[in-house]
Protein backbone atom coordinates (compact mmCIF):
# COMPACT_ATOMS: atom_id res chain seq x y z
CA UNK A 1 0.00 0.00 0.00
CA UNK A 2 1.04 3.46 -0.75
CA UNK A 3 2.54 5.67 1.99
CA UNK A 4 0.91 9.72 2.13
CA UNK A 5 3.53 12.06 1.41
CA UNK A 6 3.55 14.02 4.82
CA UNK A 7 4.34 18.12 3.69
CA UNK A 8 5.79 20.57 5.90
CA UNK A 9 5.05 24.22 6.42
CA UNK A 10 7.54 26.49 7.48
CA UNK A 11 6.68 28.64 10.49
CA UNK A 12 9.21 31.15 9.49
CA UNK A 13 8.18 32.20 5.85
CA UNK A 14 4.82 29.77 5.50
CA UNK A 15 6.39 28.16 2.75
CA UNK A 16 5.14 24.60 2.39
CA UNK A 17 7.59 22.22 1.34
CA UNK A 18 8.64 18.20 1.26
CA UNK A 19 11.64 19.26 3.88
CA UNK A 20 13.24 22.34 5.25
CA UNK A 21 12.50 25.91 3.71
CA UNK A 22 14.47 26.37 0.58
CA UNK A 23 13.92 29.98 0.33
CA UNK A 24 17.36 32.03 -0.74
CA UNK A 25 16.02 34.37 1.84
CA UNK A 26 15.91 31.98 4.71
CA UNK A 27 19.22 29.66 3.62
CA UNK A 28 20.76 30.55 7.32
CA UNK A 29 17.56 28.88 8.75
CA UNK A 30 17.57 25.94 6.33
CA UNK A 31 19.60 24.04 8.92
CA UNK A 32 18.87 25.75 12.06
CA UNK A 33 15.46 25.62 12.35
CA UNK A 34 14.49 22.76 15.24
CA UNK A 35 12.27 19.82 13.43
CA UNK A 36 9.49 21.29 15.95
CA UNK A 37 9.16 24.52 13.92
CA UNK A 38 8.15 22.29 10.71
CA UNK A 39 4.70 21.24 11.21
CA UNK A 40 3.18 18.91 9.20
CA UNK A 41 0.43 19.88 6.46
CA UNK A 42 -2.81 17.83 5.85
CA UNK A 43 -3.91 20.02 2.99
CA UNK A 44 -1.42 21.76 1.23
CA UNK A 45 -3.55 23.05 -1.55
CA UNK A 46 -7.46 22.79 -2.03
CA UNK A 47 -6.85 19.82 -3.95
CA UNK A 48 -4.68 17.80 -2.09
CA UNK A 49 -6.93 16.01 -0.51
CA UNK A 50 -8.92 15.20 -3.15
CA UNK A 51 -5.78 13.85 -4.80
CA UNK A 52 -5.09 10.83 -2.03
CA UNK A 53 -8.42 10.42 -1.44
CA UNK A 54 -9.69 10.35 -4.59
CA UNK A 55 -7.49 9.14 -7.36
CA UNK A 56 -5.37 6.14 -6.97
CA UNK A 57 -2.01 7.55 -6.00
CA UNK A 58 0.28 8.15 -9.11
CA UNK A 59 3.72 5.98 -8.88
CA UNK A 60 7.20 6.34 -11.59
CA UNK A 61 8.67 3.29 -12.27
CA UNK A 62 12.36 3.77 -12.86
CA UNK A 63 14.44 1.50 -14.87
CA UNK A 64 17.72 0.97 -17.37
CA UNK A 65 18.21 -0.56 -20.55
CA UNK A 66 20.95 -1.26 -23.07
CA UNK A 67 19.34 0.69 -25.93
CA UNK A 68 16.03 2.59 -26.92
CA UNK A 69 14.86 0.01 -28.67
CA UNK A 70 14.63 -2.49 -25.56
CA UNK A 71 13.41 0.25 -23.90
CA UNK A 72 10.67 0.57 -26.44
CA UNK A 73 9.81 -2.90 -26.21
CA UNK A 74 9.02 -2.75 -22.58
CA UNK A 75 7.62 0.10 -22.48
CA UNK A 76 5.30 -1.37 -24.93
CA UNK A 77 4.41 -4.63 -23.51
CA UNK A 78 3.62 -2.73 -20.23
CA UNK A 79 1.35 -0.02 -21.55
CA UNK A 80 -0.69 -2.95 -23.62
CA UNK A 81 -1.19 -4.26 -20.44
CA UNK A 82 -2.30 -1.23 -19.19
CA UNK A 83 0.13 -1.30 -16.27
CA UNK A 84 1.18 2.09 -17.31
CA UNK A 85 0.20 4.47 -18.72
CA UNK A 86 3.19 6.33 -20.98
CA UNK A 87 6.84 5.75 -20.62
CA UNK A 88 9.69 8.67 -21.38
CA UNK A 89 12.86 7.06 -22.62
CA UNK A 90 15.92 8.69 -21.96
CA UNK A 91 18.96 9.70 -24.61
CA UNK A 92 21.83 7.42 -24.17
CA UNK A 93 23.70 7.87 -20.77
CA UNK A 94 26.69 6.33 -19.54
CA UNK A 95 26.28 3.80 -16.58
CA UNK A 96 29.76 3.17 -14.41
CA UNK A 97 29.06 0.16 -12.44
CA UNK A 98 30.80 -3.17 -10.87
CA UNK A 99 29.46 -6.45 -11.93
CA UNK A 100 30.97 -9.81 -11.65
CA UNK A 101 34.25 -8.16 -9.81
CA UNK A 102 34.78 -5.44 -12.85
CA UNK A 103 34.33 -2.01 -13.38
CA UNK A 104 32.30 -1.71 -16.72
CA UNK A 105 31.24 1.27 -18.50
CA UNK A 106 28.60 1.26 -21.23
CA UNK A 107 25.98 3.13 -22.47
CA UNK A 108 22.39 3.16 -21.56
CA UNK A 109 18.82 4.76 -21.45
CA UNK A 110 16.68 5.15 -18.91
CA UNK A 111 13.40 4.92 -18.90
CA UNK A 112 10.40 6.72 -16.52
CA UNK A 113 6.82 4.81 -16.42
CA UNK A 114 3.95 6.72 -15.42
CA UNK A 115 1.50 4.26 -13.39
CA UNK A 116 -0.56 3.80 -10.29
CA UNK A 117 -0.11 2.56 -6.73
CA UNK A 118 -2.21 -0.30 -7.39
CA UNK A 119 -1.13 -1.58 -10.06
CA UNK A 120 2.60 -1.45 -8.59
CA UNK A 121 3.25 -4.96 -7.71
CA UNK A 122 1.81 -6.55 -11.10
CA UNK A 123 4.10 -3.66 -13.27
CA UNK A 124 7.08 -4.63 -10.70
CA UNK A 125 6.47 -7.95 -11.52
CA UNK A 126 5.97 -8.04 -15.37
CA UNK A 127 8.32 -5.38 -15.89
CA UNK A 128 10.94 -7.93 -13.84
CA UNK A 129 10.07 -10.89 -16.19
CA UNK A 130 10.25 -9.48 -19.04
CA UNK A 131 13.49 -6.80 -18.52
CA UNK A 132 16.86 -8.06 -20.37
CA UNK A 133 18.87 -7.72 -17.38
CA UNK A 134 19.82 -10.09 -14.59
CA UNK A 135 19.31 -7.68 -11.90
CA UNK A 136 17.26 -4.46 -13.56
CA UNK A 137 17.20 -1.18 -11.63
CA UNK A 138 13.72 -0.96 -10.64
CA UNK A 139 12.65 1.77 -8.75
CA UNK A 140 9.17 3.51 -7.61
CA UNK A 141 9.16 6.46 -6.78
CA UNK A 142 6.23 8.11 -5.26
CA UNK A 143 4.65 11.12 -6.60
CA UNK A 144 3.77 13.93 -3.92
CA UNK A 145 1.45 15.65 -5.47
CA UNK A 146 0.40 15.90 -9.52
CA UNK A 147 -2.13 17.93 -11.81
CA UNK A 148 -5.34 16.56 -11.08
CA UNK A 149 -6.34 15.94 -15.07
CA UNK A 150 -2.82 14.18 -15.17
CA UNK A 151 -3.88 11.75 -12.48
CA UNK A 152 -7.35 11.09 -14.21
CA UNK A 153 -5.54 10.58 -17.35
CA UNK A 154 -3.16 7.72 -15.51
CA UNK A 155 -6.21 5.86 -13.79
CA UNK A 156 -8.28 6.05 -17.13
CA UNK A 157 -5.80 5.34 -19.54
CA UNK A 158 -4.55 2.02 -17.02
CA UNK A 159 -8.39 0.97 -16.11
CA UNK A 160 -8.52 -2.24 -17.32
CA UNK A 161 -12.03 -1.26 -19.76
CA UNK A 162 -10.16 1.53 -21.07
CA UNK A 163 -10.11 2.76 -24.76
CA UNK A 164 -7.36 5.03 -24.67
CA UNK A 165 -7.29 8.51 -25.82
Known amino acids: ?17 VGPCLRDRHYSHKRKVPATRLNPVVNASPTWEDDVKDRDAL ?6 LAS ?3 AKALAHALIGKRLAACANISAPMTAIYEWEGEV ?3 AEVAMLLKSRAALQEDLLAEARRLHPYETPALIVLE ?14 QTAADSGGS
Open 1 to 17: MATKAILLKCLLCDDIT
Open 68 to 70: AEE
Open 143 to 156: AAAADAAFCDWIVQ
Open 104 to 106: REE
Open 59 to 64: ILLYTT
